[in-house]
């Protein structure tokens, strides 16, 4: 529980932090994402250790993908916060979700990926207790 607990913290507080850099701003619900997204991300690592790294960043890249498409659909088309817009992109769908992101977010998993099996080889060894 800790585990998640700190991966759910380091997305909340990361994410916006990349957004604030990228873009200039950010939005609560994506300290919420964020921290759901890492938080999954973990558990992907944790029950799938011996798939390939890309294969784990597929999965994570997918995860992210779907969530962003629900929040997407809630807080941009239902709520009309409009928090992101992807319609200028290639092949986006509603202007929620769109491949240019979907590869980033791949991108992004591969480092969390590596991250999540340094700590679980260092927590094997007895060197670390938690995340």
């Known amino acids: 529980m800790k585990e998640r607990a700190a991966a759910f913290t380091v ?3 990361g994410y916006p932090c990349i957004e604030i850099v990228a873009r200039g701003h950010s939005h609560w619900t994506m300290a ?7 938080a999954a991300l973990l558990m992907i690592a ?5 798939l390939p790294l890309a294969a784990q960043a597929a999965l994570g890249a997918a995860f992210i993908t779907a ?3 629900a ?11 409009a928090v992101w817009d992807y319609s200028r992109e290639f092949a986006n769908l509603w202007g929620q979700i769109c491949p240019l992101f979907s590869f980033f977010w791949f991108l992004l998993c591969l480092p ?6 340094f700590l679980a080889k260092r927590r094997a060894r007895g ?3 938690a995340l």
Do not use: D, I, K, Y
């Open 67 to 69: 969530s962003e498409l």
């Open 32 to 38: 919420l994402l964020g921290g759901v997204c890492v």
């Open 11 to 13: 997305g909340a507080v």
């Open 127 to 129: 060197q670390t207790a």
């Open 112 to 117: 969390m990926f590596g991250a999540f099996r």
């Open 46 to 50: 944790q029950r799938l250790p011996h």
């Open 71 to 81: 929040t997407g659909v809630v807080v941009n088309l239902l709520l009309g916060w």
